[in-house]
């Protein structure tokens, strides 16, 4: 069974910056598709980004943060980053990632769409 542990998460002022790993065990990284997604009290989960390491390796995000998130990852550490920027007090939650049981070329957004999570790590926006 994958297993997934996320770090990184902190307190940090609005405008400034995180980068949040996902470190995988039990399986490779290689190959396999990693969906970032965070989660406030009240609200349902929503996918930030994704990305695929097949084909193009593509990737993607949601409107709320295109152009302030991006994702990396090394496979010889078998882990995975999402790069927060230019954060708001919005981007606050507890942030997640996961992978799917079978990886294909295209990721998702959808929470549905995955079957492994980590335990999640807090991330706070503010002054």
């Known amino acids: 069974q994958f297993q997934l542990v996320e770090s990184g998460g902190g307190l940090v002022q609005p405008g400034g910056s995180l980068r949040l790993a996902c470190t995988v065990s039990?399986?490779?990284?290689?190959?396999?598709?990693i969906g970032w997604f965070r989660q406030v009290p009240g609200k349902e989960r929503e996918g930030v980004s994704c990305?695929?390491?097949?084909?193009?390796?593509?990737?993607d995000f949601s409107d709320s943060v295109k152009g302030r998130f991006t994702v990396s990852r090394d496979n010889a550490k078998n882990t995975a980053y999402l790069h927060m920027n230019s954060l708001k007090s919005e981007d606050t939650g507890v942030y997640y990632c996961?992978?799917?049981?079978?990886?294909?070329?295209?990721?998702?957004?959808?929470?549905?769409?995955?079957?492994?999570w980590g335990q999640g790590t807090q991330v706070t926006v503010s002054s």
């Open positions: 996961a992978a799917p049981q079978r990886s294909v070329s295209e990721c998702s957004l959808s929470p549905e769409s995955y079957n492994y």
């Open positions: 990305s695929s390491d097949l084909g193009g390796g593509a990737s």
């Open positions: 039990r399986f490779t990284l290689e190959y396999v598709n």
